[in-house]
Each structure stands twice: as C-alpha cells, then as structure tokens.
T-cell receptor
C-alpha cells in the first residue's frame, strides 16, 4: 500500500530534550515536506525537500532541522524543543513532476512539550 | 508569505442541506487543491483545479476555480453526515517555488443527522 509513515503518533517530552520524528514514504516521490497544524492557523510549512540532499526552509523553520540522505526518508529534528512547538505535525510527499497528483500525507504526530 | 483566506471557519448544517465553502487570495494560483481531513488523520486530496473557470464534480461535491485563478469554491449538494470533516484549500502560487503549497486555515463542517 502506497503510504507515508510517521513515527511516533504521539509524543510527550520535556523542554530542551532533543527529539526526532521520522517520516518514510514508499512511493519513490522526489518531493517531501513537513507541516505543523495549529487551531485557527491551518497547515504551515516547516521545511521541504525537492530531492536527496536538497532541503529548504518553509514558512516556520525556526527551531527545526531536517535531513534528506535517502529518497524515502525525511526526518524532522527538534534540537531543543520548547512549549511553543507543541503542535500536530504532518509529513507529506508528492511526485515532483506531476502537480495534479497532490500530496500524500502521513497520519500525523501529536507532540506535546512541557 | 502569501495568504489564503477560507470561509466560513465553522459550518454546522442539517442533513440534506446545501453549502458552499470559499477560498480566496489576492495572488494568482498556478493550481489549487481541495483536501478533506478527518480527526486523527492527515488531509486527503479531493481535487486539483488548474484552468481559470474550471469546474470539477466529485459525486455531490462541485469545485470551481475562478476565472482569474485567485479564488475557488466547494459546493456540497444534499450534505450527509459522512461529509463531516475539515475542508482545506491549498494553492500553488505563480510566484512560489515549484511544488510549494500554501494552505488555508480550513472550514470545519458538521452535518447533523
């Protein structure tokens, strides 16, 4: 089954403790992206990657890092999480040259930073 | 950052009623997508519109792209409880980077039986 898999689904952590949210897709998509979703603010893009070793900042990149060493994986790293990073996070992927295809989203990671 | 305004933010209607959700921007889109999101899941693509004035139908859902490609609407006919969910529009702007989508804040639709 074609899918984007995120782990973990739920995470509670303390301020300052480094964490990584993993994202993997099995569709050979070139494009991958991370979004955070907050009430009333919709989905805001954190980082995106056009292909392996190519990443760029989205609208809200502060406090986050990403890497794209392999085509299928795009982990999101929070080096020193803070309470304002409490949010629902989504990873998404898409074929680069098929704009009508749309994005395939993972099921989300609900992160709470206390 | 280019903005997408979606309205209404919340909508609660009775089964069988019709409704329209709007998505507007001051900038021109190269394409626009509509997604539906259910609790505990990621958004799922409903449709992509590309051409100004384009109309697409998906069963009881009708999607329209404005002639100037700055706005779009989603019309649901005879809504059913299964239509309940968060509806999101997402646009790729002409001036934006390839494959970058900007999302509206969403319309939370509740259809009461």
């Amino acid at each position: 089954e074609a899918q984007v898999t995120q782990n973990p689904r739920y995470l509670i952590t303390v301020t300052g403790k480094k964490l990584t949210v993993t994202c993997s897709q099995n569709m050979n998509h070139e494009y991958m992206s991370w979004y955070r979703q907050d009430p009333g603010l919709g989905l805001r893009q954190i980082y995106y990657s056009m292909n392996v070793e190519v990443t760029d900042k989205g609208d809200v990149p502060e406090g986050y890092k990403v890497s794209r060493k392999e085509k299928r994986n795009f982990p999101l790293i929070l080096e020193s999480p803070s309470p304002n990073q409490t949010s629902l996070y989504f990873c998404a992927s898409s074929p680069r040259d098929r704009p009508l295809y749309g994005y395939t989203f993972g099921s989300g990671t609900r992160l709470t930073v206390v | 950052t280019q903005l997408l305004e979606q309205s209404p933010q919340f909508l609660s209607i009775q089964e069988g009623e019709n409704l329209t959700v709007y998505c507007n921007s001051s900038s021109v889109f190269s394409s626009l997508q509509w997604y539906r999101q259910e609790p505990g899941e990621g958004p799922v693509l409903l449709v992509t519109v590309v051409t100004g004035g384009e109309v697409k139908k998906l069963k009881r859902l009708t999607f329209q792209f404005g002639d100037a490609r700055k706005d779009s609407s989603l019309h649901i006919t005879a809504a059913q409880p299964g239509d309940t969910g968060l509806y999101l529009c997402a646009g790729q702007f002409l001036s934006g980077s390839a494959r970058q989508l900007t999302f509206g804040s969403g319309t939370q639709l509740t259809v009461l039986p």
